[in-house]
T-cell receptor
Framework: AQSVTQLGSHVSVSEGALVLLRCNYSSSVPPYLFWYVQYPNQGLQLLLKYTTGATLVKGINGFEAEFKKSETSFHLTKPSAHMSDAAEYFCAADGARGGADGLTFGKGTHLIIQP | DGGITQSPKYLFRKEGQNVTLSCEQNLNHDAMYWYRQDPGQGLRLIYYSQIVNDFQKGDIAEGYSVSREKKESFPLTVTSAQKNPTAFYLC????????????FGNGTRLTVT
């Protein structure tokens, strides 16, 4: 079965610093991969997705992620953190099942921005 | 604007009572999903439906039931058999095709005492 691991339940960075949130997947077949953001007491909003093609994917709010098959990783980065980036971030994978039966989510990483 | 509406946002029930959470979408999506979110646990799939009048159990279906009588609606009933029902419940929908991301509602926070 597909699984998604997010390293670090909490990540704290200073405003203006690099944001790096880690995600690894387990699958012999590269899945389709997604990053979502969740603000308190709200649903999840799609940041970006990787399907096929270019391995560096750009998303909304200045975030990007790079798919590395050799490392089974899909880490999320942003060059300069803003206070508004404080939220919960979820990595998700859609394996060979083909999308219609939902995504497998990691446990989330809470991003804290220090002023 | 198209989207997913979950109601109510907060729900309180006594232990032993069944409760139904509403989810409506106007995105014309074929597939709909219910996830449960607990602190530090991520999202876990309860039920999903790829087409009207059909639905499948997810990873944690015990104690829950659903129906899909209309394309737009996918209500979730939390029954008294669910041992730990207090949680944040998220409804989502998608086109159901490859690469399709999920679109989420704003959730219902259920508290059972």
């Amino acid at each position: 079965a597909q699984s998604v691991t997010q390293l670090g339940s909490h990540v704290s960075v200073s405003e203006g610093a690099l944001v790096l949130l880690r995600c690894n997947y387990s699958s012999s077949v590269p899945p389709y991969l997604f990053w979502y953001v969740q603000y308190p007491n709200q649903g999840l909003q799609l940041l970006l997705k990787y399907t096929t093609g270019a391995t560096l994917v750009k998303g909304i709010n200045g975030f990007e992620a790079e798919f590395k098959k050799s490392e089974t990783s899909f880490h999320l980065t942003k060059p300069s953190a803003h206070m508004s980036d404080a939220a919960e971030y979820f990595c998700a994978a859609d394996g060979a099942r083909g999308g219609a039966d939902g995504l497998t989510f990691g446990k989330g990483t809470h991003l804290i921005i220090q002023p | 604007d198209g989207g997913i509406t979950q109601s109510p946002k907060y729900l309180f029930r006594k232990e032993g009572q069944n409760v139904t959470l509403s989810c409506e979408q106007n995105l014309n999506h074929d597939a709909m999903y219910w996830y449960r979110q607990d602190p530090g646990q991520g999202l876990r799939l309860i039920y999903y439906s790829q087409i009207v009048n059909d639905f499948q159990k997810g990873d944690i279906a015990e104690g829950y039931s659903v129906s899909r009588e209309k394309k737009e609606s996918f209500p979730l009933t939390v029954t008294s058999a669910q041992k730990n029902p207090t949680a944040f419940y998220l409804c989502a929908s998608s086109r159901g095709a490859l690469y399709s991301p999920l679109h989420f509602g704003n959730g219902t926070r259920l508290t059972v005492t």
